[in-house]
């Protein structure tokens, strides 16, 4: 019996679908992206009237009408961003402008444009520190209570903590009953020693230098 020469074209079909599967899948998934990615890469516009969670967002173009904005990384916007309500961000935000109705509740937050807060715009409040005389202040926040046991006067050379930023703004209170002087000088720039009585408060801005006080009032 004479053997048969032809050719098996299920198995040709099977092989070359083998062959070519992956690439038929590759090819949807490219266009897949192009299609949903694409406009989303060119310009990431939000629209949602509740709560949106992230954990990071870039987006070179706007970030727009969103009640809520709580990101538990980084966002950066180039365009504009506008929060009708909550914008808390546990990592760095950076915005070319931002306007918030609500509470604003961030990291580190940059804005190369306005920015602008309806409602309340609130530094961060430590503890109160309980200073002992020669103390440096250790700033850990921008609003420090202070308290002493007795009168005492801070350090000679450094009386407050370096800032690792410049522009940062300090606000100290001296919430107990003894006085508390802090130094002029000692990486601090005011008008001579101050010295704090109870509820008496003082602002400082960091120029990267030293402390330069901007107000003083005794209460």
């Known amino acids: ?60 173009g706007d970030l727009e009408a969103v009640d809520d904005v709580i990101a538990g990384d980084d966002v950066t916007v180039a365009g504009l961003a506008t929060i009708g309500e909550t914008l808390h961000v546990t990592g760095a935000s950076s915005f070319a402008a931002v306007t918030a109705s609500g509470v604003a509740s961030v990291d580190s937050l940059a804005v190369t444009g306005v920015g602008l807060v309806g409602t309340w715009l609130q530094v961060s409040q430590d503890d109160t520190l309980t200073l002992y005389d020669g103390d440096t202040i250790t700033v850990t ?18 009386a407050i903590v370096s800032a690792t930023v410049g522009g940062s703004l300090l606000f100290l209170t001296n919430m107990g009953t003894f006085p508390i002087v802090i130094k002029d000088a000692a990486n601090t720039q005011s008008a001579g020693d101050i010295t704090l009585g109870q509820y008496d408060s003082c602002v400082y801005v960091w120029n990267k230098t030293d402390w330069i006080m901007l107000a003083l009032s005794n209460n």
């Not at 098996?8 to 599967?21: E, F, I, M, P, S």
């Not at 266009?31 to 509740?50: N, T």
């Open 1 to 60: 019996m004479a053997g048969s020469s032809g050719i098996d074209w299920r198995r040709v079909k099977a092989v070359a679908w083998q062959v070519l599967q992956p690439v038929v899948i590759a090819i949807l998934v490219v266009a897949l992206l192009f299609l949903v990615w694409g406009p989303v890469a060119e310009q990431l516009k939000v629209d949602v009237a509740g709560v949106s969670h992230f954990s990071s967002v870039y987006s070179s």
């Open 141 to 158: 926040q921008s609003f420090m209570p202070l308290t002493a046991g007795i009168w005492i006067t801070t350090s000679t050379t450094t």
